[in-house]
């Protein structure tokens, strides 16, 4: 019999959109280790993003890389991790690095961003980057490999949601 192999799942979406907290509750259900994207950010991303300047793509590229190797880690048990991933070209980049690796877009309106930013406390990211963020979004194209849910449903009702798109996906290839 054939097992079919875990998930490399990353929750994706801008600033306060629930990133950590879905993906926390994804990888408890799934039963997988979870990380955060922030954790893999140089002091100098974290300083510059504390002083309201957006990162560039070669900031990002650094930090893009060390996530794709961390998921590429867990390719043979699964894992789940909170990444912004905002445009297509750092997705294809997480991809190149743990192929297989599916996307769950937390996606919704800026007024509930905005509201959610600003109830936020003791985080380096400044409500003033959530423009930047949005501006840099790209969403999830249908030839990717994951799904876009409302982020104003709760977590719970979130990763159900993205636990019926999990069993039809074919997206999980053999252990390299």
């Not at 002091?43 to 996530?67: F, T, Y």
């Not at 190797?69 to 894992?79: E, H, K, S, Y």
């Not at 003033?128 to 449903?153: F, K």
């Amino acid at each position: 019999m054939v097992q079919k192999r875990k998930p490399l799942i990353v929750v994706m979406g801008v600033s306060a959109s629930g990133k950590s907290t879905v993906g926390k509750l994804l990888a408890k259900r799934l039963g997988l280790i979870y990380a955060d994207g922030d954790a893999f950010h140089s002091r100098a991303n974290i300083e510059k993003m504390s002083s309201g300047v957006p990162l560039n793509d070669a900031d990002r590229r650094p930090w893009l890389d060390a996530i794709g190797l961390w998921i590429a880690d867990w390719r043979d048990t699964g894992a789940v991790i909170a990444c912004s991933a905002l445009k297509r070209a750092y997705r294809d980049r997480l991809r190149a690095a743990a192929p297989g690796t599916v996307f769950l877009q937390l996606s919704g309106g800026v007024e509930e961003l905005r509201r959610r930013v600003a109830a936020r406390k003791d985080h380096f990211m400044p409500a003033s980057l959530l423009d930047s963020q949005l501006e840099t979004l790209e969403p999830l194209e249908t030839d990717e490999a994951g799904i876009a849910i409302d982020l104003t449903l709760s977590p719970e009702a979130i990763v159900a949601a993205f636990l019926d798109y999990l069993p039809g996906h074919q997206a999980f290839p053999a252990p390299l």
